[in-house]
Antibody, heavy 119, light 109 residues
């Protein structure tokens, strides 16, 4: 069955960096686009970044452009979100999610990883 | 950016009731609209895509409708396991800038 398992996350000071990883299993990873979506505590969902199946093109939300970098390793079935210059408003649960075929919605989600940006 | 607005923010309902949730887009998204259900401490779960297509395994009591800017998610007879927060999401934008509504929470009356 499809599984997405995030790792990384934790507490970081403002201006710091953090790396999230998502390990996929149960499907042919290289065939699917992948996204990161976040949810601030008690708030709604915000799409963060998309990496297409072939690793390019890549897209970011304006709120993270220039600070976050998404990448994938199709041999290791993993997608990574490198987060730099973190701010307090980046505090959220970060979900890794699989796109349904080539469409812009998400049929499988990881369990999420909490990132807290605080001094 | 396309803004998605859901109403109401909270809906107090009883099991067995018919429930209709609304989602409005600030500009047309055609039928590029998905619905998700999220329970406390869990990741969202895909319910509906293409405005009206049910995800695999979704009970028939869930249905979606609409196109353009107005969409609805209907639960024909609410079950206890349906108490959750429901989000709509548009995926019409290109380059992608997927946006979600702020959510509608179903509360026990």
């Amino acid at each position: 069955q499809v599984q997405l398992v995030e790792s990384g996350g934790g507490l970081v000071k403002p201006g710091g960096s953090l790396r999230l990883s998502c390990k996929a299993s149960g499907f042919t990873f290289r065939d699917y686009h992948m996204s990161w979506i976040r949810q601030a505590p008690g708030k709604g969902l915000e799409w963060v970044s998309l990496i297409t199946s072939g690793r390019s093109p890549i897209y970011y939300a304006d709120s993270v452009k220039g600070r976050f970098t998404i990448s994938r390793d199709n041999a290791r079935n993993s997608v990574v979100l490198q987060m730099d210059s973190l701010r307090a408003d980046d505090t959220a649960i970060y979900y890794c999610a699989r796109h349904y075929v080539d469409f812009g919605f998400f049929d499988y989600w990881g369990q999420g990883k909490l990132v807290i940006v605080s001094s | 950016e396309i803004v998605m607005t859901q109403s109401p923010a909270t809906l107090s309902v009883s099991p067995g009731e018919r429930v209709t949730l609304s989602c409005r887009a600030s500009q047309s998204v055609s039928t590029n609209l998905a619905w998700y259900q999220q329970k406390p401490g869990q990741a969202p779960r895909l319910l509906i895509y293409g405005a009206s297509s049910r995800a695999t395994g979704l009970p028939a009591r869930f249905s979606g409708s609409g196109s353009g800017t107005e969409f609805t998610l209907t639960i024909s007879s609410l079950q206890s396991e349906d108490f959750a927060v429901y989000y709509c999401q548009q995926y019409n934008d290109w380059p992608p800038s997927y946006t979600f509504g702020q959510g509608t929470k179903l509360d026990l009356k």
